[in-house]
Protein backbone atom coordinates (compact mmCIF):
# COMPACT_ATOMS: atom_id res chain seq x y z
CA UNK A 1 0.00 0.00 0.00
CA UNK A 2 1.36 3.51 -0.95
CA UNK A 3 0.17 6.71 -0.03
CA UNK A 4 -1.55 7.12 -3.29
CA UNK A 5 -4.07 4.32 -1.58
CA UNK A 6 -4.06 5.71 1.69
CA UNK A 7 -5.12 9.17 0.39
CA UNK A 8 -8.42 7.25 -1.62
CA UNK A 9 -9.21 5.50 1.32
CA UNK A 10 -9.48 8.56 3.76
CA UNK A 11 -11.32 10.56 1.15
CA UNK A 12 -13.84 8.17 0.53
CA UNK A 13 -14.32 7.91 4.36
CA UNK A 14 -14.57 11.55 4.83
CA UNK A 15 -16.40 12.08 1.80
CA UNK A 16 -18.71 9.71 1.94
CA UNK A 17 -20.56 10.51 5.15
CA UNK A 18 -20.51 14.10 4.00
CA UNK A 19 -22.64 13.61 1.00
CA UNK A 20 -25.10 11.41 2.76
CA UNK A 21 -25.61 14.01 4.38
CA UNK A 22 -25.59 17.05 1.94
CA UNK A 23 -27.97 14.50 -0.24
CA UNK A 24 -30.56 14.15 2.76
CA UNK A 25 -30.71 17.97 3.48
CA UNK A 26 -32.96 19.09 6.59
CA UNK A 27 -35.11 16.29 7.78
CA UNK A 28 -38.31 18.33 8.63
CA UNK A 29 -40.69 15.78 10.00
CA UNK A 30 -40.06 12.24 11.67
CA UNK A 31 -42.00 10.87 8.26
CA UNK A 32 -39.07 12.03 6.11
CA UNK A 33 -36.68 10.74 8.98
CA UNK A 34 -37.91 6.95 8.56
CA UNK A 35 -39.29 6.68 5.19
CA UNK A 36 -38.16 9.85 3.01
CA UNK A 37 -41.79 10.99 2.46
CA UNK A 38 -42.03 8.87 -0.56
CA UNK A 39 -39.89 11.15 -2.99
CA UNK A 40 -36.83 8.15 -3.41
CA UNK A 41 -37.13 6.89 -7.34
CA UNK A 42 -37.40 2.48 -7.42
CA UNK A 43 -34.10 2.61 -9.43
CA UNK A 44 -32.33 4.18 -6.13
CA UNK A 45 -34.12 2.11 -3.88
CA UNK A 46 -33.10 -0.78 -5.59
CA UNK A 47 -29.23 -0.52 -5.75
CA UNK A 48 -29.66 0.35 -2.12
CA UNK A 49 -31.89 -2.47 -1.19
CA UNK A 50 -28.89 -4.46 -2.80
CA UNK A 51 -26.23 -3.26 -0.83
CA UNK A 52 -27.91 -3.46 2.60
CA UNK A 53 -28.29 -7.48 1.84
CA UNK A 54 -25.47 -7.86 0.76
CA UNK A 55 -22.42 -5.21 0.87
CA UNK A 56 -18.95 -6.39 2.52
CA UNK A 57 -19.85 -10.16 3.18
CA UNK A 58 -20.48 -10.13 -0.53
CA UNK A 59 -17.32 -8.55 -1.43
CA UNK A 60 -15.33 -10.18 1.23
CA UNK A 61 -16.74 -13.72 1.42
CA UNK A 62 -18.45 -14.81 -1.79
CA UNK A 63 -15.15 -15.21 -3.28
CA UNK A 64 -13.66 -17.17 -0.84
CA UNK A 65 -17.01 -19.80 -1.38
CA UNK A 66 -15.98 -20.24 -4.46
CA UNK A 67 -12.17 -20.42 -3.70
CA UNK A 68 -13.14 -23.56 -1.45
CA UNK A 69 -16.03 -24.78 -3.44
CA UNK A 70 -17.82 -24.30 -6.72
CA UNK A 71 -20.73 -21.83 -8.23
CA UNK A 72 -23.18 -23.54 -6.72
CA UNK A 73 -23.48 -20.51 -4.13
CA UNK A 74 -25.70 -18.84 -7.57
CA UNK A 75 -28.38 -21.64 -6.70
CA UNK A 76 -29.60 -19.14 -3.32
CA UNK A 77 -29.74 -16.09 -6.05
CA UNK A 78 -32.24 -17.82 -8.14
CA UNK A 79 -34.41 -18.33 -4.91
CA UNK A 80 -33.76 -14.64 -4.22
CA UNK A 81 -35.51 -13.57 -7.36
CA UNK A 82 -38.84 -16.19 -6.79
CA UNK A 83 -38.80 -15.25 -3.09
CA UNK A 84 -38.78 -11.53 -3.69
CA UNK A 85 -41.70 -11.51 -6.06
CA UNK A 86 -44.06 -13.26 -3.66
CA UNK A 87 -43.48 -10.62 -1.52
CA UNK A 88 -44.11 -8.05 -4.45
CA UNK A 89 -47.50 -8.99 -4.44
CA UNK A 90 -48.47 -10.50 -0.98
CA UNK A 91 -46.92 -8.29 1.58
CA UNK A 92 -45.64 -5.03 0.00
CA UNK A 93 -49.14 -3.79 -1.15
CA UNK A 94 -50.65 -3.96 2.71
CA UNK A 95 -47.48 -1.66 4.03
CA UNK A 96 -47.54 1.02 0.99
CA UNK A 97 -50.94 1.24 0.90
CA UNK A 98 -51.84 1.29 4.93
CA UNK A 99 -49.33 4.33 4.79
CA UNK A 100 -46.65 2.40 7.49
CA UNK A 101 -43.68 3.62 9.25
CA UNK A 102 -42.56 0.11 9.73
CA UNK A 103 -43.22 -3.54 8.29
CA UNK A 104 -44.59 -4.02 12.13
CA UNK A 105 -46.89 -1.66 12.00
CA UNK A 106 -49.33 -4.30 10.08
CA UNK A 107 -48.98 -6.86 12.81
CA UNK A 108 -50.19 -4.44 14.95
CA UNK A 109 -53.42 -3.68 12.97
CA UNK A 110 -54.04 -7.21 12.69
CA UNK A 111 -53.37 -8.94 15.93
CA UNK A 112 -52.47 -6.49 18.24
CA UNK A 113 -49.76 -3.97 19.89
CA UNK A 114 -48.04 -7.23 21.67
CA UNK A 115 -47.42 -9.26 18.77
CA UNK A 116 -45.89 -5.84 16.99
CA UNK A 117 -43.46 -5.24 20.07
CA UNK A 118 -42.59 -9.10 20.12
CA UNK A 119 -41.82 -8.73 16.56
CA UNK A 120 -40.17 -5.66 16.49
CA UNK A 121 -37.85 -6.53 19.55
CA UNK A 122 -37.25 -9.84 17.50
CA UNK A 123 -35.85 -8.04 14.79
CA UNK A 124 -34.10 -5.54 16.71
CA UNK A 125 -31.98 -8.09 17.84
CA UNK A 126 -31.64 -9.95 14.73
CA UNK A 127 -30.44 -7.28 13.11
CA UNK A 128 -27.57 -6.40 15.49
CA UNK A 129 -26.31 -9.82 15.29
CA UNK A 130 -26.43 -9.73 11.43
CA UNK A 131 -24.81 -6.20 11.19
CA UNK A 132 -22.14 -7.00 13.93
CA UNK A 133 -20.86 -9.91 11.58
CA UNK A 134 -21.04 -7.29 8.45
CA UNK A 135 -19.28 -4.33 10.29
CA UNK A 136 -16.90 -7.14 11.52
CA UNK A 137 -16.39 -8.33 7.79
CA UNK A 138 -15.62 -4.80 6.73
CA UNK A 139 -12.64 -4.51 9.75
CA UNK A 140 -11.29 -7.72 7.85
CA UNK A 141 -9.47 -5.38 4.44
CA UNK A 142 -8.84 -2.35 7.32
CA UNK A 143 -6.53 -4.91 9.62
CA UNK A 144 -4.60 -5.62 6.35
CA UNK A 145 -4.09 -2.64 5.43
CA UNK A 146 -2.70 -1.46 8.93
CA UNK A 147 -0.79 -4.61 9.10
CA UNK A 148 1.20 -3.55 5.95
CA UNK A 149 2.02 -0.20 7.57
CA UNK A 150 2.75 -2.44 10.77
CA UNK A 151 0.03 -0.96 12.78
CA UNK A 152 -1.44 -3.94 14.53
CA UNK A 153 -4.73 -2.83 15.13
CA UNK A 154 -7.42 -4.73 16.97
CA UNK A 155 -10.75 -5.62 14.99
CA UNK A 156 -13.03 -3.71 17.54
CA UNK A 157 -11.20 -0.51 17.25
CA UNK A 158 -11.54 -0.56 13.58
CA UNK A 159 -15.33 -1.21 13.81
CA UNK A 160 -16.10 1.93 16.27
CA UNK A 161 -14.18 4.38 13.74
CA UNK A 162 -16.51 2.66 10.88
CA UNK A 163 -18.76 2.94 13.08
CA UNK A 164 -18.38 6.75 14.06
CA UNK A 165 -19.08 7.41 10.24
CA UNK A 166 -21.99 5.28 9.63
CA UNK A 167 -23.86 6.96 12.24
CA UNK A 168 -22.85 10.29 10.83
CA UNK A 169 -25.31 10.88 7.83
CA UNK A 170 -27.87 8.56 9.24
CA UNK A 171 -28.31 10.89 12.15
CA UNK A 172 -28.17 13.72 10.18
CA UNK A 173 -29.59 12.98 6.94
CA UNK A 174 -31.88 10.08 7.52
CA UNK A 175 -33.22 7.26 5.54
CA UNK A 176 -32.81 9.59 2.27
CA UNK A 177 -29.06 10.15 2.86
CA UNK A 178 -29.27 5.89 3.51
CA UNK A 179 -30.54 5.25 0.36
CA UNK A 180 -28.39 7.44 -1.95
CA UNK A 181 -25.22 6.69 -0.01
CA UNK A 182 -26.30 2.75 -0.58
CA UNK A 183 -26.26 3.29 -4.15
CA UNK A 184 -23.28 4.70 -4.67
CA UNK A 185 -21.29 2.35 -2.79
CA UNK A 186 -23.01 -0.05 -4.24
CA UNK A 187 -21.63 0.94 -7.54
CA UNK A 188 -18.65 1.88 -6.34
CA UNK A 189 -17.40 -1.73 -5.15
CA UNK A 190 -18.80 -3.50 -8.24
CA UNK A 191 -16.45 -1.13 -10.14
CA UNK A 192 -14.16 -2.36 -7.94
CA UNK A 193 -14.85 -5.59 -8.66
CA UNK A 194 -14.63 -5.44 -12.72
CA UNK A 195 -11.24 -4.06 -12.44
CA UNK A 196 -9.87 -6.74 -10.46
CA UNK A 197 -11.23 -9.05 -13.09
CA UNK A 198 -9.71 -7.35 -15.32
CA UNK A 199 -6.27 -7.20 -13.59
CA UNK A 200 -6.55 -11.01 -13.06
CA UNK A 201 -7.32 -11.73 -16.39
CA UNK A 202 -4.07 -10.62 -17.46
CA UNK A 203 -2.17 -12.42 -14.63
CA UNK A 204 -3.69 -15.85 -15.53
CA UNK A 205 -1.90 -18.47 -17.18
CA UNK A 206 -3.35 -19.61 -20.90
CA UNK A 207 -6.10 -22.05 -19.81
CA UNK A 208 -6.80 -21.15 -16.61
CA UNK A 209 -10.45 -21.52 -17.26
CA UNK A 210 -10.17 -25.14 -18.77
CA UNK A 211 -8.19 -26.00 -15.53
CA UNK A 212 -11.32 -24.63 -13.27
CA UNK A 213 -14.14 -26.11 -15.41
CA UNK A 214 -11.90 -30.02 -15.36
CA UNK A 215 -11.60 -29.14 -11.33
CA UNK A 216 -15.47 -28.53 -11.32
CA UNK A 217 -14.87 -24.97 -10.00
CA UNK A 218 -17.65 -23.41 -12.30
CA UNK A 219 -20.24 -26.06 -11.13
CA UNK A 220 -23.74 -24.22 -10.97
CA UNK A 221 -26.23 -26.61 -10.02
CA UNK A 222 -25.66 -29.49 -7.73
CA UNK A 223 -28.46 -32.24 -7.56
CA UNK A 224 -26.58 -35.19 -6.29
CA UNK A 225 -25.71 -33.68 -2.71
CA UNK A 226 -28.09 -34.11 0.70
CA UNK A 227 -30.60 -31.74 0.97
CA UNK A 228 -30.64 -31.89 4.84
CA UNK A 229 -26.90 -31.32 5.18
CA UNK A 230 -25.62 -29.52 2.12
CA UNK A 231 -26.33 -25.84 1.83
CA UNK A 232 -25.82 -25.64 -1.87
CA UNK A 233 -27.78 -28.69 -3.21
CA UNK A 234 -30.23 -27.53 -5.57
CA UNK A 235 -33.70 -27.91 -3.35
CA UNK A 236 -32.13 -26.74 -0.57
CA UNK A 237 -30.79 -23.45 -2.19
CA UNK A 238 -33.11 -22.71 -4.32
CA UNK A 239 -36.08 -23.85 -1.66
CA UNK A 240 -34.69 -22.18 1.61
CA UNK A 241 -33.30 -19.14 -0.71
CA UNK A 242 -36.95 -18.44 -2.04
CA UNK A 243 -38.40 -18.35 1.48
CA UNK A 244 -35.16 -16.69 3.34
CA UNK A 245 -35.71 -13.53 0.54
CA UNK A 246 -39.48 -13.53 1.70
CA UNK A 247 -38.25 -13.18 4.76
CA UNK A 248 -35.59 -10.40 4.57
CA UNK A 249 -37.60 -8.22 2.38
CA UNK A 250 -40.59 -8.73 3.23
CA UNK A 251 -40.48 -9.04 7.35
CA UNK A 252 -36.93 -7.18 7.86
CA UNK A 253 -37.60 -3.50 8.38
CA UNK A 254 -33.79 -2.82 7.10
CA UNK A 255 -35.16 -4.12 3.78
CA UNK A 256 -38.65 -2.95 3.80
CA UNK A 257 -38.17 0.80 5.06
CA UNK A 258 -36.00 1.15 2.11
CA UNK A 259 -39.17 -0.02 -0.33
CA UNK A 260 -41.54 2.18 1.91
CA UNK A 261 -39.13 4.98 0.42
CA UNK A 262 -40.40 4.46 -2.75
CA UNK A 263 -42.97 7.21 -4.62
CA UNK A 264 -45.82 4.32 -4.73
CA UNK A 265 -46.67 0.60 -4.77
CA UNK A 266 -45.52 0.44 -8.30
CA UNK A 267 -41.81 1.76 -7.87
CA UNK A 268 -41.39 -0.39 -4.87
CA UNK A 269 -42.36 -3.31 -6.58
CA UNK A 270 -39.72 -2.60 -9.62
CA UNK A 271 -37.39 -1.82 -6.81
CA UNK A 272 -37.99 -5.09 -5.46
CA UNK A 273 -37.96 -7.82 -8.28
CA UNK A 274 -35.04 -5.69 -10.08
CA UNK A 275 -32.96 -5.88 -6.93
CA UNK A 276 -32.92 -10.12 -7.58
CA UNK A 277 -31.53 -9.77 -10.87
CA UNK A 278 -29.05 -7.45 -9.68
CA UNK A 279 -28.17 -9.96 -7.03
CA UNK A 280 -28.11 -12.59 -9.30
CA UNK A 281 -25.26 -10.57 -11.11
CA UNK A 282 -23.67 -9.20 -8.15
CA UNK A 283 -23.03 -13.12 -6.67
CA UNK A 284 -21.58 -13.95 -10.40
CA UNK A 285 -19.02 -11.43 -10.33
CA UNK A 286 -17.19 -12.06 -7.29
CA UNK A 287 -17.53 -15.64 -7.69
CA UNK A 288 -16.07 -15.34 -10.67
CA UNK A 289 -13.37 -13.44 -8.46
CA UNK A 290 -13.15 -16.54 -6.22
CA UNK A 291 -12.23 -18.83 -9.21
CA UNK A 292 -9.56 -16.43 -10.64
CA UNK A 293 -7.75 -16.76 -7.08
CA UNK A 294 -8.00 -20.22 -6.96
CA UNK A 295 -6.27 -20.25 -9.95
CA UNK A 296 -3.82 -17.27 -9.27
CA UNK A 297 -2.54 -19.09 -5.68
CA UNK A 298 -2.97 -22.89 -7.95
CA UNK A 299 -5.64 -23.78 -5.05
CA UNK A 300 -3.15 -23.61 -2.18
CA UNK A 301 -5.20 -23.60 1.62
CA UNK A 302 -5.17 -19.70 2.80
CA UNK A 303 -4.45 -20.51 6.22
CA UNK A 304 -2.13 -23.12 5.94
CA UNK A 305 -0.52 -22.44 2.87
CA UNK A 306 -0.57 -18.60 2.37
CA UNK A 307 -0.23 -18.08 6.07
CA UNK A 308 -3.53 -15.83 6.08
CA UNK A 309 -5.63 -15.53 9.42
CA UNK A 310 -8.63 -17.00 7.85
CA UNK A 311 -9.92 -17.91 4.68
CA UNK A 312 -11.55 -14.70 4.50
CA UNK A 313 -8.58 -12.25 4.56
CA UNK A 314 -8.09 -14.07 1.29
CA UNK A 315 -9.65 -11.20 -1.02
CA UNK A 316 -8.38 -8.45 0.88
CA UNK A 317 -5.29 -9.89 1.09
CA UNK A 318 -4.70 -9.83 -3.09
CA UNK A 319 -6.04 -6.55 -3.25
CA UNK A 320 -3.58 -5.09 -0.98
CA UNK A 321 -0.56 -7.01 -1.97
CA UNK A 322 -1.14 -7.49 -5.61
CA UNK A 323 -3.39 -4.72 -7.38
CA UNK A 324 -1.38 -1.76 -8.68
CA UNK A 325 -1.08 1.37 -6.64
CA UNK A 326 -3.86 3.81 -7.11
CA UNK A 327 -6.50 0.94 -7.87
CA UNK A 328 -5.74 -1.14 -5.03
CA UNK A 329 -7.30 2.04 -2.84
CA UNK A 330 -10.28 2.25 -4.93
CA UNK A 331 -10.93 -1.67 -4.66
CA UNK A 332 -10.44 -1.30 -0.55
CA UNK A 333 -12.50 2.22 -0.61
CA UNK A 334 -15.34 0.39 -2.09
CA UNK A 335 -15.17 -2.31 0.53
CA UNK A 336 -15.10 0.11 3.35
CA UNK A 337 -17.88 2.07 1.89
CA UNK A 338 -19.77 -1.23 2.34
CA UNK A 339 -20.03 -1.14 5.70
CA UNK A 340 -21.49 2.65 5.71
CA UNK A 341 -24.98 0.59 4.47
CA UNK A 342 -26.49 1.61 7.59
CA UNK A 343 -29.21 -0.31 9.57
CA UNK A 344 -29.19 2.69 11.90
CA UNK A 345 -32.21 4.29 10.85
CA UNK A 346 -34.15 0.70 10.34
CA UNK A 347 -33.18 0.03 14.04
CA UNK A 348 -34.45 3.00 15.47
CA UNK A 349 -37.56 3.63 13.49
CA UNK A 350 -38.44 0.03 14.69
CA UNK A 351 -37.64 1.12 18.51
CA UNK A 352 -39.71 4.49 18.65
CA UNK A 353 -42.70 3.24 16.40
CA UNK A 354 -43.21 -0.66 17.78
CA UNK A 355 -41.53 -0.44 20.86
CA UNK A 356 -41.49 3.18 22.92
CA UNK A 357 -44.69 4.55 21.31
CA UNK A 358 -46.99 1.27 22.69
CA UNK A 359 -44.70 1.26 25.99
CA UNK A 360 -45.30 5.09 26.85
CA UNK A 361 -48.75 4.77 25.91
CA UNK A 362 -48.86 8.69 25.39
CA UNK A 363 -49.24 10.84 22.08
CA UNK A 364 -46.26 11.66 20.73
CA UNK A 365 -45.90 15.39 19.22
CA UNK A 366 -43.76 14.74 15.62
CA UNK A 367 -40.49 16.76 16.68
CA UNK A 368 -40.60 14.56 19.56
CA UNK A 369 -40.50 11.54 17.20
CA UNK A 370 -38.04 13.00 15.36
CA UNK A 371 -35.50 13.48 18.49
CA UNK A 372 -36.13 9.99 19.51
CA UNK A 373 -35.36 8.70 16.21
CA UNK A 374 -32.31 10.16 16.13
CA UNK A 375 -30.73 9.26 19.98
CA UNK A 376 -31.62 6.03 19.16
CA UNK A 377 -29.97 5.97 15.92
CA UNK A 378 -27.27 6.92 18.14
CA UNK A 379 -27.91 4.48 21.01
CA UNK A 380 -27.64 1.14 18.35
CA UNK A 381 -24.63 2.30 17.01
CA UNK A 382 -22.89 1.85 19.86
CA UNK A 383 -24.21 -1.22 20.93
CA UNK A 384 -23.56 -2.41 16.81
CA UNK A 385 -20.21 -1.97 17.71
CA UNK A 386 -19.71 -3.89 20.88
CA UNK A 387 -21.64 -6.83 18.34
CA UNK A 388 -19.26 -6.73 16.30
CA UNK A 389 -16.66 -7.95 18.45
CA UNK A 390 -18.55 -11.02 19.33
CA UNK A 391 -17.60 -12.49 15.76
CA UNK A 392 -13.63 -12.17 15.90
CA UNK A 393 -13.31 -16.46 16.72
CA UNK A 394 -15.86 -17.71 13.51
CA UNK A 395 -14.57 -20.23 11.64
CA UNK A 396 -16.88 -20.74 8.43
CA UNK A 397 -17.09 -17.88 5.68
CA UNK A 398 -18.34 -14.85 7.22
CA UNK A 399 -21.27 -15.38 5.13
CA UNK A 400 -22.46 -18.14 5.50
CA UNK A 401 -22.29 -17.15 9.45
CA UNK A 402 -24.73 -14.20 8.49
CA UNK A 403 -27.45 -16.19 6.52
CA UNK A 404 -27.25 -19.04 9.83
CA UNK A 405 -28.04 -16.11 12.33
CA UNK A 406 -31.26 -15.02 10.87
CA UNK A 407 -32.52 -18.83 11.01
CA UNK A 408 -33.33 -17.94 14.63
CA UNK A 409 -35.70 -15.87 14.20
CA UNK A 410 -36.56 -14.91 10.32
CA UNK A 411 -39.12 -17.80 10.35
CA UNK A 412 -41.01 -16.65 13.25
CA UNK A 413 -40.98 -13.36 12.12
CA UNK A 414 -42.23 -14.47 7.99
CA UNK A 415 -44.57 -16.92 10.20
CA UNK A 416 -46.31 -14.48 11.73
CA UNK A 417 -46.86 -12.59 8.70
CA UNK A 418 -48.81 -15.53 6.93
CA UNK A 419 -50.33 -16.24 9.95
CA UNK A 420 -52.05 -12.81 9.83
CA UNK A 421 -52.50 -13.51 6.30
CA UNK A 422 -53.94 -17.08 5.89
CA UNK A 423 -55.30 -17.89 9.11
CA UNK A 424 -58.27 -15.53 9.31
CA UNK A 425 -59.74 -16.78 12.60
CA UNK A 426 -56.03 -16.71 14.41
CA UNK A 427 -55.80 -13.56 17.47
CA UNK A 428 -52.68 -12.47 19.53
CA UNK A 429 -52.30 -14.99 21.34
CA UNK A 430 -52.07 -17.58 19.21
CA UNK A 431 -49.56 -16.13 17.37
CA UNK A 432 -47.37 -14.61 20.00
CA UNK A 433 -47.60 -18.40 21.58
CA UNK A 434 -46.55 -19.69 18.05
CA UNK A 435 -44.02 -17.12 17.47
CA UNK A 436 -42.16 -18.27 20.79
CA UNK A 437 -42.35 -21.75 20.18
CA UNK A 438 -40.54 -21.09 16.98
CA UNK A 439 -37.68 -19.67 18.42
CA UNK A 440 -37.63 -22.43 20.67
CA UNK A 441 -37.54 -25.11 18.35
CA UNK A 442 -35.46 -23.36 15.93
CA UNK A 443 -32.59 -22.58 18.71
CA UNK A 444 -32.94 -26.44 19.16
CA UNK A 445 -32.31 -27.56 16.13
CA UNK A 446 -29.44 -25.07 15.46
CA UNK A 447 -28.02 -25.83 18.38
CA UNK A 448 -28.78 -29.52 19.15
CA UNK A 449 -30.28 -30.91 16.08
CA UNK A 450 -27.36 -33.16 13.93
CA UNK A 451 -27.70 -35.94 11.03
CA UNK A 452 -25.49 -38.49 10.29
CA UNK A 453 -22.76 -38.25 7.45
CA UNK A 454 -23.41 -41.80 5.82
CA UNK A 455 -27.57 -41.04 5.54
CA UNK A 456 -27.40 -37.34 4.82
CA UNK A 457 -31.33 -37.38 4.61
CA UNK A 458 -33.45 -36.32 6.86
CA UNK A 459 -34.65 -39.35 7.91
CA UNK A 460 -31.26 -40.03 9.23
CA UNK A 461 -31.25 -37.99 12.49
CA UNK A 462 -28.85 -39.30 14.64
CA UNK A 463 -29.06 -37.31 18.45
CA UNK A 464 -26.76 -40.28 20.14
CA UNK A 465 -23.82 -39.49 17.35
CA UNK A 466 -20.87 -37.41 18.54
CA UNK A 467 -20.30 -33.76 16.89
CA UNK A 468 -17.60 -35.21 14.39
CA UNK A 469 -19.80 -38.11 12.96
CA UNK A 470 -22.49 -35.89 12.36
CA UNK A 471 -23.37 -32.52 10.69
CA UNK A 472 -25.88 -29.97 11.22
CA UNK A 473 -28.77 -28.99 9.10
CA UNK A 474 -27.90 -26.41 6.41
CA UNK A 475 -28.66 -23.46 6.91
CA UNK A 476 -31.41 -22.52 3.70
CA UNK A 477 -33.91 -24.69 5.52
CA UNK A 478 -33.71 -22.74 8.80
CA UNK A 479 -36.46 -20.29 7.85
CA UNK A 480 -39.04 -22.45 5.64
CA UNK A 481 -38.76 -24.66 8.99
CA UNK A 482 -39.76 -21.54 10.94
CA UNK A 483 -42.61 -20.33 8.74
CA UNK A 484 -43.96 -24.35 9.03
CA UNK A 485 -43.61 -24.48 12.67
CA UNK A 486 -45.30 -20.99 13.00
CA UNK A 487 -48.03 -21.40 11.03
CA UNK A 488 -48.75 -25.25 12.50
CA UNK A 489 -48.83 -24.04 16.18
CA UNK A 490 -50.93 -20.55 15.27
CA UNK A 491 -53.28 -22.39 13.26
CA UNK A 492 -53.82 -25.62 15.85
CA UNK A 493 -54.05 -22.75 18.67
CA UNK A 494 -57.08 -20.78 16.67
CA UNK A 495 -58.92 -23.69 15.85
CA UNK A 496 -59.77 -22.79 19.80
CA UNK A 497 -62.19 -19.60 18.30
CA UNK A 498 -65.13 -19.19 16.17
CA UNK A 499 -64.50 -18.06 12.59
CA UNK A 500 -63.03 -14.33 12.71
CA UNK A 501 -65.30 -11.80 10.94
CA UNK A 502 -63.57 -9.59 8.43
CA UNK A 503 -63.14 -5.50 7.91
CA UNK A 504 -62.17 -4.08 4.68
CA UNK A 505 -59.07 -1.78 4.41
CA UNK A 506 -57.09 -0.49 2.00
CA UNK A 507 -54.80 -3.44 0.90
CA UNK A 508 -57.93 -5.98 1.12
CA UNK A 509 -59.12 -7.69 3.79
CA UNK A 510 -58.91 -9.05 7.08
CA UNK A 511 -59.54 -10.29 10.60
CA UNK A 512 -60.72 -7.52 13.26
CA UNK A 513 -57.50 -7.07 15.33
CA UNK A 514 -58.55 -8.45 19.25
CA UNK A 515 -55.89 -7.85 22.05
CA UNK A 516 -55.05 -11.55 22.78
Known sequence: MRVLDLAIIVLFLVGMPLLGVLIGGRQRSANDYFVGEGRISWWVACLSVVSAETSTLTVLSVP?????????????????????????????????????????????????????GTASVTFLLTRLLADGVRLFATAIPVKVVLAAYGVDAEYWQISAVLGVAMVAYTFFGGVRAVVWVDAVQMLWYVLGGVAVVVVLAGRLPDGWFSAAVDAGKTQLFDFGSAPSSNQYAFVTAVLGG??????????????????????????????????GFVVFLQFALFLVIGTMLWSFYRGLDPVRQLGLGTADELFASFIVRELPSGLSGFVIAGILAAALSSSLGALASSTVSDVYRKLSRKPLGDAEVLRLGRVWTVVWAGVLILFASLFTTTKNPIVETALAITGYTYGALLGAFLLGLLVRRARQADAIAAFLVTVAVMAFVILGLRFGKASGAFLGVDFAKPAGDSVALAFPWYTPLGVAVTLAVGGLLSLRHARATTTATPAGTRPAPDGG
Open 64 to 116: TVAYLGAFTYLQLAIGYVLGRIVVAFVLLPRYVAGNMTTAYNYLGERFGAGLQ
Open 242 to 275: AVLSMASHGADQLVVQRLMACNDLRASRKALIAS
